[in-house]
């Protein structure tokens, strides 16, 4: 055990992590799980917690649930779930009896002081460093990360983990157009943005996901009526945002042996937006189609116009060629997120050392690694949603967890049952359970 | 979520015998030798059935994993009636539920310490 990645020289780390959200966090988590010292891995981030701005996105949507289930933590372990956590913190077995019927979902307080005490224990915020790193050059056998401006790398690390999160969120043209035209109208509002829905209000979501289903809960419960508008139409009572078998090396190994074509679509098709089917949820939507509070509608967004303080928008149906008009007292534009290749940072990298790409996803290897970045002596990795084309699953919890300890394996190498390395994981273990911080 | 592949599932089983194996030394003397027979008995029906279950199940929630419990067990005392094991069928229960309980809380909650990415390899131990 205690394999680091070798000394470098004062301001030099072996291990630099560019992010610091979700993924550097386990990215982080894994490694210092391992025995990495916290003094080798430096995070760079302007963030100030990795929950931060997460946690403003699901305030916004007014999200008090995680989808995930009782495994999706940050402990580099599998074990204990959140719901053992929760059941032994409680002093109730009702969330483990929710976890052997896949029912169980954390709430999302309970999921950010989850985050805050990982954090803690393995000295996550002490190991950031408060910056925005702007351009990275991969010389020799180390990579210089500069911030904005600065002809002088801030510092040089051998190697790399890219935890840069999503693109930026998507707008469909017609709403970009609008909010040029309006800018101060708040009638047309992005869902991750700050809003104010009059109670009784109509509304129409733009969206298929479960942002645009939280939206729908949000208005229905509010005595409103929901317009849902989707161009792919809407996936119902999917557990998780990937189907389930991408989490185990019994669905992503098949997976990895597809064609390009056929891979890339199979991305597409585990990735697009899909509604989970709690019961209150479905007994809620259920109601709200019969009594015509909520209505689905197929087809995409063509334009939208202001009519008497209300919006008024043409939708185009499928194989129809003629425009659906309709009105309502808001929109909300729920689609998502850009591709992670239009991140400035990585679309700079693509284009600076020609990255392979299909279409908007960044082809990574196996280990997460990107090869023309890599070397025998220096890596570089990806976490998160730009590691989807090795795993459908990497934009979620369980995918990030899955991403941090396989490179965690290639820096590290494999883990052992050796008694040094049984009994220095034994004693990670219960630091990280009585909340100390990790050795 | 469990996941495990055809191999994670055998290797996993075959890694429960050696806890199984050890459980079994106080219930011999506790029960008496016929333990071991059922023991034996243990391992040749649980691995046919895990090699059944790698290939019809592909997702194992904890309620699920409760049932096959319970037909392992069924298929064990059937195989001890027609062998006329001499041992009481609560005695065998005792034996089958304690062992199976020890073993769930060593690969939910302490195995997975040693071996982080065991359920990431679909259960597979030697991969």
Redesign the interface.
């Known amino acids: 055990m205690h394999q680091k990645p070798s000394n470098t020289a004062p301001g030099r780390f072996p291990i630099g992590i560019i992010g610091g959200g979700f993924g550097a966090l386990m990215a982080y988590a894994v490694l210092r799980f391992r025995g990495v010292s916290s003094q080798d891995i430096r995070i760079f981030s302007p963030d100030s917690s990795p929950e931060a701005s997460w946690h403003a996105f699901v305030k916004n949507i007014n999200q008090k649930t995680l989808r995930s289930e009782s495994v999706a933590h940050f402990f580099p372990t599998d074990s204990p779930g959140l719901a053992t956590y929760e059941s032994l913190k409680n002093w109730s077995i009702k969330p483990l009896i929710y976890s052997w019927f896949d029912q169980y979902h954390p709430t999302v307080e309970f999921f950010v002081q989850h985050v805050r005490s990982v954090a803690r224990a393995t000295g996550f915020l002490r190991a950031s460093t408060p910056c925005r790193v702007a351009r990275i050059e991969k010389q020799g056998d180390s990579f210089h990360l500069f911030e904005e401006g600065s002809k002088q790398p801030c510092t040089i690390v051998r190697h790399l983990i890219l935890a840069i999160g999503h693109g930026p969120i998507t707008t469909p043209d017609p709403i970009a157009q609008y909010q040029a035209q309006y800018p101060y109208d708040t009638h047309v509002a992005s869902a991750f943005s700050q809003k104010n829905i009059r109670p009784g209000a109509t509304v129409i979501v733009i969206g298929d996901g479960l942002t645009a289903a939280t939206e729908w809960m949000n208005i229905l419960e509010n005595g409103g009526k929901v317009i849902a508008v989707s161009m792919r139409g809407f996936t119902f009572n999917q557990p998780l945002n990937t189907p389930r078998r991408y989490f185990s090396t019994r669905g992503f190994i098949p997976y990895r042996t597809l064609p390009d074509a056929q891979r890339l679509q199979t991305l597409r098709d585990a990735t697009k937006g899909t509604i989970p089917g709690y019961r209150y949820w479905n007994k809620m939507f259920a109601a709200a189609v019969k009594n015509e509070t909520l209505q689905l509608i197929q087809g995409s967004l063509q334009e939208i116009s202001q009519t008497e303080g209300r919006v008024r928008c043409m939708v185009q149906l499928p194989k129809n060629a003629s425009l659906l008009p309709l009105e309502a007292d808001y929109l909300i534009s729920a689609t998502g997120f850009a591709p992670v290749t239009t991140h400035p940072l990585l679309s700079q990298l693509i284009k600076q050392y020609n990255l392979e790409t299909i279409d908007t996803v960044l082809k990574v290897d196996e280990s997460f690694a990107i090869s023309k970045l890599s070397s025998d002596h220096s890596l570089a990795f990806v976490i998160g949603p730009a590691a989807g084309w090795s795993l459908p699953c990497a934009d979620s919890v369980g995918g990030m967890k899955i991403t941090a300890r396989t490179i965690a394996d290639r820096l590290l190498g494999s883990e052992t049952f050796q008694w040094r390395e049984v009994a220095f994981k034994g004693r990670q273990w219960l630091r990280l359970m009585t909340r100390k911080e990790l050795i | 979520?469990t996941?495990?592949?055809l191999h994670?599932r055998i290797q996993t089983k075959l890694v429960s015998y050696i806890i199984l194996a050890l459980i079994s030394i106080p219930f011999s003397l506790l029960f008496g030798g016929a333990i071991w027979n059922l023991f034996a008995i243990a391992i040749g029906i649980g691995l046919i059935l895990e090699t059944i279950w790698g290939f019809v199940i592909?997702?194992q929630?904890?309620?699920l994993t409760?049932l096959l419990a319970a037909l392992e067990f069924s298929l064990i005392t059937l195989g001890a009636l027609l062998l006329n094991l001499p041992m009481p069928i609560s005695h065998a229960a005792v034996y089958y539920f304690v062992s199976w309980a020890i073993i769930q809380l060593f690969f939910?909650?302490?195995?997975?310490?040693?071996?982080?990415?065991?359920?990431?390899?679909?259960s597979?131990i030697w991969?």
């Not at chain 2, 310490?113 to 390899?121: E, G």
């Open positions: 979520m996941l495990a592949t994670g592909e997702h929630p904890g309620w409760l939910l909650y302490v195995f997975p310490v040693f071996r982080l990415n065991w359920a990431d390899n679909g597979e991969s």
